[in-house]
C-alpha cells in the first residue's frame, strides 16, 4: 500500500510498467519489422505533405506559398499527434495499425477530394485542404512515439530514440526524393496518393501478420486490412479514369492529351465545334488556337523588323514551336536556337499531330536546334551571338521564373547578344499585372540603351503587353512585309498608346536576383485582381 499518493499519480507507472511487461520480449524479427515500419511510414508522410502542396500549387498558383502553408500546418498537426498519442494506452501495436489504417484512407484519397473540391469554390478547397493536412499530420504523429513506446522497453531508451530517429530521417529523404523523381512523372497525383495509402496498408498487414501474437481479434485486423486494401487497389486501378474525370471537371473543352512531366503537368483541350485547341501549363493557359496569332505576330514581329541583321536568333520559352512558326516567315534567319526546359513540351510541339498543324511543323525545320536545359545555365555558358533573342517565358508566378526577368539574366543575355542585337519580352497583362509588367520594363531598362514597351488585346488572356530593348536607341520598326493576320505597321504604332489606367506607376525598382521584387509585385497584382473581381461577380 502507497500512502499519500492518488490513484490519478500512480496510473502513468502503471502504463508504462504494462507496456514494458508486454514488450520487453519482443522478438529480433518483430524488432526489424517495426524499425522497417519506421522509415516507411516517415516516407509516407513526407509524400502525403508533397502531393498535397503540389495539388495546392497546381490549382491555386503560387507553389512557394503554398508549400510553406502546407509545411507549416503539417509540422503543427504532427506536434498535436505526437501530443495526443501519450492518451493511447493498452495494445500500443493495435493503436498503431489501426492510425496505419486510417491514414492510408485518408491519405490515399486525399489529392481526388482535392480535385473534386476545387470545381465548387477556392473557399471550399481551402477549408478541405487544411482538414486534411490537420488530420494527415495529426496521424503521422502519433505514429512514431507509438512505435517508440513499443520499442523502448526491449531496447532502453536511448538505443530506441535514436534508431527511431534516424530511421524516421532516412524514410523521409527516401520520399522527398522518389516524389519528384519517380512517383509523381511515374504515376501523377491521383495514383501517387492511391499507391502511397497501398505501401500505409502494407505497414499495416505486415504488423498483423508478424506481431498477431500481440492482438487480440486478428482475423478482424486482417479483414479490415483488406477492405482497405480493396478500396485503394480499386482506386489505383481506375486511376487514369479518375485523372480524365478530375481534369474534365477542371477545364471547359474535353481533354485530347496529358502527361505530367517532372517540370510540370500539361494539358491539351479541344473544342470541336470551335476548332479550338488550348495547352495548358499547371492549369494556366498558354494559348488559344482562336486568337494565338495575335499574341505570337505581336511577340515576334516588330522586333524583328528592327533595323539590322537578324540571321541568328534563339527562343527561350515557346516549346509548342507558335514563335518560331512566326520566325521562319524570314527567309534572311539562318539558325534559330529554342531553349526549353521541359523535352516533353518540344516533343509536343514536334510531334503531337493538332499542334504540328498549328505549328506548320516549324520544330522540325533544319534551322531550328532545340535544346532541354534551363535557360538561366544555357545563357551563363560562351557561345554563338545572336541578333534577336525572343523571350517567351511564363508569368512571373514562382521566384524560379522571376530569376528570368533579373538584371542578372538580362546582363547575361546583352553578353551573348552582337553590337546591333535586340530583344522582346512577353511582360504579363499592364492591366491585370501592372506593377509585374512596368517592372519588367524598368529591369530591361537599365541593362540596355533602348527599350520600348506596347499592349495588345488577346482575348484569351485579354490585355497583353510586351518589352522590345535593344543594345542601341534605334527601336524605329520597318514595314511588316511578311505575311500576317492581325500585326502590321499601324497596330503596332496603336499599341505603343498606353491609357492612364495602365500607365507606369512611379518608383518602381529593378528585378535582381539578390531583391527579387518582381514575384512580389506579381502576387499583390493577382491578389489585387481577385479582390477585384470578387466585388464586381
Known amino acids: ?122 473557399g471550399l478547397y481551402r477549408a478541405i485542404m487544411f482538414a486534411f493536412i490537420l488530420v494527415i499530420g495529426t496521424l503521422v504523429g502519433l505514429e512514431i512515439p507509438l512505435l517508440t513506446r513499443i520499442l523502448v522497453p526491449r531496447s532502453g531508451t536511448r538505443r530506441s530514440i535514436a534508431n527511431v530517429m534516424s530511421l524516421d530521417y532516412v524514410g523521409a529523404l527516401i520520399g522527398s526524393v522518389a516524389f519528384p523523381l519517380m512517383l509523381l ?120 523588323n528592327l533595323s539590322g541583321k537578324a540571321e541568328n536568333v534563339l527562343v527561350m520559352g515557346g516549346g509548342d514551336g507558335l514563335a518560331v512558326r512566326e520566325l521562319l516567315k524570314y527567309s534572311n534567319i539562318k539558325h534559330i536556337d529554342l531553349v526549353d526546359l521541359d523535352p516533353d513540351m518540344t516533343d509536343l510541339g514536334k510531334q503531337f499531330a493538332p499542334l504540328v498543324r498549328l505549328n506548320k511543323a516549324s520544330l522540325r525545320d533544319p534551322r531550328v536546334h532545340i535544346y532541354n536545359e534551363d535557360a538561366f545555365i544555357f545563357i551563363r555558358r560562351k557561345g554563338r551571338l545572336y541578333d534577336r533573342v525572343i523571350l517567351d517565358f511564363p508569368d512571373p508566378h514562382n521566384e524560379a521564373i522571376a530569376k528570368l526577368y533579373s538584371l542578372e539574366f538580362y546582363t547575361m543575355l546583352s553578353r551573348r547578344m552582337s553590337q546591333n542585337g535586340a530583344l522582346v519580352s512577353q511582360s504579363s497583362s499592364p492591366f491585370f499585372a501592372r506593377k509585374t509588367f512596368w517592372a519588367i520594363q524598368t529591369t530591361l531598362a537599365k541593362v540596355f540603351a533602348g527599350s520600348r514597351s506596347y499592349q495588345i488585346s488577346v482575348p484569351a488572356f485579354g490585355l497583353w503587353g510586351f518589352n522590345i530593348a535593344r543594345k542601341n536607341q534605334n527601336l524605329a520598326v520597318d514595314n511588316i512585309e511578311v505575311k500576317t493576320r492581325f500585326i502590321s505597321n499601324r497596330a503596332y504604332e496603336a499599341a505603343l498608346v498606353f491609357s492612364k489606367d495602365i500607365s507606369k506607376p512611379a518608383g518602381l525598382s529593378a528585378n535582381s536576383i539578390f531583391e527579387p521584387i518582381l514575384y512580389q509585385f506579381y502576387l499583390n497584382d493577382m491578389q489585387g485582381n481577385n479582390s477585384v473581381l470578387d466585388e464586381v461577380f
Open 1 to 122: 500500500m502507497v500512502v499519500g499518493v492518488t490513484k490519478s499519480e500512480t496510473k502513468p507507472q502503471d502504463d508504462a510498467d504494462s507496456e514494458a511487461i508486454l514488450y520487453q520480449d519482443l522478438p529480433s524479427t518483430q524488432t526489424f519489422v517495426l524499425l522497417v515500419s519506421i522509415a516507411i511510414v516517415a516516407l509516407c508522410g513526407i509524400v502525403y505533405e508533397l502531393i498535397i502542396g503540389t495539388v495546392s500549387s497546381y490549382l491555386l498558383g503560387n507553389s512557394i506559398y503554398q508549400f510553406s502553408l502546407t509545411i507549416g500546418f503539417f509540422m503543427f498537426a504532427m506536434g498535436i499527434g505526437s501530443y495526443l498519442s501519450k492518451f493511447l494506452v493498452g495494445n500500443l501495436i493495435k493503436n498503431f495499425i489501426y492510425v496505419e489504417i486510417i491514414l492510408a484512407v485518408v491519405g490515399g484519397v486525399c489529392s481526388l477530394a482535392l480535385f473534386f473540391a476545387f470545381p465548387f469554390s477556392p
Open 185 to 304: 512523372p511515374g504515376l501523377g497525383l491521383l495514383r501517387s496518393s492511391f499507391a502511397i495509402g497501398l505501401i500505409n496498408i502494407f505497414v499495416a498487414f505486415l504488423s498483423v501478420i508478424f506481431l498477431r501474437q500481440y492482438l487480440p481479434n486478428v482475423k478482424r485486423m486482417l479483414a479490415i486490412v483488406a477492405g482497405a486494401f480493396l478500396l485503394l487497389a480499386g482506386l489505383t486501378l481506375a486511376g487514369d479514369r479518375l485523372t480524365s474525370f478530375a481534369q474534365q471537371h477542371l477545364f471547359f473543352d474535353k481533354i485530347i492529351w496529358q502527361k505530367q512531366t517532372p517540370y510540370q503537368k500539361l494539358v491539351v483541350t479541344r473544342d470541336w465545334k470551335r476548332k479550338d485547341l488550348r495547352l495548358f501549363i499547371d492549369g494556366h493557359i498558354q494559348f488559344s488556337q482562336i486568337d494565338e496569332h495575335r499574341y505570337h505576330e505581336a511577340l515576334v514581329h516588330p522586333v524583328m
